[in-house]
Every structure is written in structure tokens, then in C-alpha cells.
């Protein structure tokens, strides 16, 4: 499978199952278009014809021009075959570890996001903080399913996990003071909205997090239009300055602002650019997902302002490279090179089978996002898994097993895309979000344009 298109003046030509990018002249491009449908007569005859005012490009030329495609081809680096579609359906008889845990820290908010796909941090249930020993008790899960693997993750989620702290601390003290008799190493990450972020707060983290994502959606008027405090006000200054004492303090490594955009700000990069002048410069930015009717919910005539400003985005970000002040996106952040190995790139986040959510009760899901639906509760972390059958479902959602993804050259960079927005879009974890495919093949697109450029 082949997927061509032009991008800030460059002629991009992936080969989907080998992974080769090729940044070739327009001559190179169109044959690569013809080479599959037409045979190299017609192919000369066709181009001698567009090309016939170049002094350049004669029949020589373009007759060259195949030469080279099919010894690209010969090479494994053009038109590959597809070597994976038979492979995928064998990980359902893969023996899976567990890797990562999400705890529910807090199944309650001090914020009020109108888009909170959360319920503001309820979960569509009750309030409710987790104890320590649940959380203890999840760390011994996490050692007990994992296996020999080495490196475990544990993301603190919420609602707003600073509204248990003393939980988080008593988590990681305990995860620390047995990981070396287990021979693990516990990754944590912190999730905040900043509300409760003080001198305390910022030393922890940056002691023990690997990884802080803090929650802002750009400029004051953007931000504060949903992110509310419980009493209707924005949240934008008492957060900023927060976030950036923060940052300062953790000398700007393991960290990234995210925000999600909605309807009200289809020109989000005015936002990323925002929080870069603010000195993020480790940066995402989502789409919102939600119901359609819903006033903030994007739209399909939003789309191609959303593609613009995905453009824009790699564009400005190649130009402060130069300037010497780049920033990260999230988004474009991927190896042509040495990326994920093919297991990963069909199978995706593991959610269900490798990563898990943890309730504030103890009770696991296949990840955040599928929290409170009790079809997908897998069991509890003193039981372990008991709803196999959900868990094989889970074992099969990749790349292969959706229908909707069979023609899409995206689906080895995406592995099928997100299973709780295709569940929450079409009703089944293997069906498509059609809108946040669109996305994000244009994402891919920008990424792979702004990997050319060094090179091309």
C-alpha cells in the first residue's frame, strides 16, 4: 500500500508495510502514482505528454524514472506486501502482562468542565477518594500480574488526584519501599488540573513523578469558558503561575501541557502557541469528544479548518526550530527510524490486557474511559481479571480487526485507534471514530513532513 501527498512544498511518498518514507520530485511522484495501474508504455506515453514543456524530462528521463521505482519495489521499499494481516489475529493466544495501572485516586473534582467526559470526576457514580489500602493492594497487583518485565507505570488519575494526596505519597513510599526485592522499577505519573499544586506538591513530583501532565487549554478566555471552579469562575489564574513555578522547578523535563479543543476554538494553535509563550514548551493538544449535540462539540464543516491549522502547527514549529526555541507536540512525536515494534504498532495501548484502570474501590477496567459501564468491569484487583471474555475481546481489538480500517494507510501508526472512542462512537470497541481518524491521519501526515524536512 502506497500513500502519497504534498505538503509544504515536498512530494511525500510512504510505503505503508515497509515504513520507508520517500521524498521525491514531482517526475518520481507521479510515476509511483501510474506504476501499479499502468504499464510502462503507458506510463512514458502519459508523462511525455504532462512533461513536455520541461526541457529536463524526456522519454530517457521517465524511462529511468521507472528503473528506479522497480528497484525500490525489488528492495522491499516500494509497494511492499502486506506480511502482517496474518499474524493478528494470533495475539489473542499471546500470553499478556500487566504493565500499567491508571488509579482513581479521586473519584471527585474541584473543577466543574463542562466537556469532563468524566461527569466531573464522578464517573457517573458516586464521590468517593481511594483508600491506601487499596492502593497498596493495586501495587501488589501490578508486581503479581507483571511478570519478569522490569519497568512498571503508574499513572494517578482523578477527578483531581491532589484532592487525595496523602494517598498518592502513601502509594509510591510503599511501591518504593518493595520494587527492589521485586526487582521492578515503578514509573509514576501525575495527572492535575493544578488547583492544589503548592511547594509540597511541586517537590513530590519532581522527586518522584517521571512524568507530570498538567491540565490547560490555552488562552484565559478559552480556558476559563469550560475549566470552571465549582463556583463558576475560570480557573486560568490561579493555575498558570502554578504550572509554571512548577515547570521552572523541574528544569522543563518530564512534563507536558494538554489541552483539548472544542468547537468554541477550531484555531487552537493560537492556544499552543499561547501556553509556548507562557514557557511550556511540551505541548498537546486534543480533540474534544462528546456528544454531538453537545454546543462545544466539533463538526464536519470543522474539519477542514482543523487540517489548516494542523498545517499551520508543523509549519511554526519548524520555523521556531531554526530560531532555536522549539517546542514538543505530542501529536508529532514519532521515529521513522526505530519507532515501536510491529507487535506494538497493531495492538496499540494495551488497554484491557496490559494497561488497566483501577476504581476507587478496587474494581479494574479496560481503561479510564470505560469506567462506570459495568459490561466492561474485568474483575478486581484481589481477584484479578474474571471477565475473561471481555478481556479476549480486548486481546483481538488491533489494526486487523476492524473492518473500517482494512483500506487505511494510517492503521499501522494509529494500531485501529482509540477502542473507547470507537465504542463510544459506534458501540463496539472494534468499530471506527470516523472524525478522529480524520485527524489523525492528518496529524500523520504533518509529522512525517516535518521528519522530511531534516532530510530531504
Not at 32 to 56: C, H, N, Q, T, W
Not at 170 to 195: C, P, W
Not at 273 to 283: K, N, S, V
Not at 294 to 308: G, S
Request: glycine share 8%.
Amino acid at each position: 500500500m502506497i500513500h502519497q501527498y504534498k505538503l509544504n512544498g515536498y512530494n511525500i511518498v510512504l510505503d505503508v508495510y515497509s515504513g520507508s518514507v520517500h521524498c521525491v520530485d514531482d517526475l518520481a511522484y507521479d510515476v509511483i502514482s501510474m506504476f501499479e495501474s499502468s504499464g510502462r508504455e503507458e506510463i512514458v506515453r502519459v508523462l511525455s505528454e504532462k512533461y513536455k514543456d520541461a526541457p529536463d524530462i524526456d522519454e530517457n528521463e521517465i524511462s529511468d524514472c521507472i528503473d528506479d521505482v522497480e528497484e525500490l519495489k525489488a528492495n522491499g521499499k516500494l509497494f511492499t506486501p502486506d506480511k502482517y494481516e496474518n499474524l493478528a489475529f494470533d495475539f489473542k493466544k499471546r500470553g499478556t502482562v500487566i504493565k500499567a495501572l491508571c488509579l482513581h485516586i479521586a473519584h471527585t473534582c474541584n473543577l466543574n468542565c463542562e466537556y469532563c467526559f468524566a461527569s466531573q470526576g464522578k464517573y457517573h457514580g458516586e464521590r468517593a477518594l481511594m483508600s491506601s489500602e487499596v492502593g497498596r493492594r493495586a501495587i501488589d497487583f501490578l508486581i503479581e500480574n507483571s511478570g519478569s518485565r522490569v519497568n512498571l507505570e503508574v499513572d494517578f488519575f482523578g477527578g483531581e488526584p491532589l484532592m487525595n494526596f496523602d494517598v498518592v505519597k502513601d502509594i509510591v513510599a510503599y511501591a518504593r519501599s518493595i520494587e527492589k526485592q521485586h526487582n521492578k522499577n515503578f514509573r509514576f505519573t501525575l495527572t492535575t488540573n493544578g488547583m492544589l499544586i503548592d511547594d509540597d506538591v511541586i517537590e513530590f513530583a519532581n522527586r518522584e513523578c517521571h512524568n507530570v501532565v498538567l491540565s490547560l487549554d490555552g488562552r484565559r478566555e478559552i480556558h476559563d469558558n469550560l475549566r470552571k471552579t465549582v463556583n463558576g469562575k475560570g480557573s486560568y489564574d490561579i493555575i498558570v503561575p502554578k504550572f509554571q513555578e512548577l515547570v521552572k522547578r523541574r528544569e522543563g523535563r518530564g512534563y507536558y501541557v494538554r489541552g483539548t479543543y472544542t468547537h468554541n476554538n477550531t484555531d487552537f494553535t493560537n492556544d499552543i502557541f499561547h501556553m509556548a509563550d507562557l514557557g511550556f514548551t511540551e505541548l498537546s493538544m486534543e480533540p474534544v469528544v462528546c456528544a454531538p449535540d453537545d454546543p462545544y462539540a466539533l463538526t464536519k464543516e470543522d474539519l477542514p479548518v482543523l487540517f489548516e491549522q494542523y498545517e499551520l502547527l508543523a509549519k511554526e514549529m519548524l520555523k521556531r526550530e531554526q530560531e532555536g526555541r522549539p517546542i514538543t507536540f505530542y501529536h508529532y512525536m514519532i521515529d521513522l527510524t526505530g519507532g515501536p515494534c510491529i507487535y506494538k504498532r497493531i495492538t496499540g495501548c494495551g488497554s484491557g490486557t496490559e494497561y488497566m484502570a483501577v476504581t476507587p474501590w478496587g474494581d479494574l477496567y479496560p481503561c479510564h474511559q470505560f469506567v462506570g459501564d459495568d459490561k466492561y468491569r474485568l474483575g478486581d484487583i484481589w481477584n484479578g481479571v474474571v471477565n475473561t471474555d471481555i478481556q479476549n475481546e480486548f486481546k483481538l481489538c488491533n489494526a486487523y480487526a476492524r473492518p473500517g480500517c482494512k483500506d487505511c494507510w494510517a492503521r499501522l501508526y494509529c494500531s485501529g485507534g482509540c477502542a473507547a472512542n470507537a465504542y463510544h462512537a459506534t458501540g463496539s470497541i472494534t468499530g471506527v471514530y470516523e472524525y478522529g481518524c480524520e485527524l489523525f491521519k492528518k496529524r500523520m501526515e504533518c509529522a512525517i513532513m516535518m521528519k522530511v524536512s531534516v532530510g530531504c
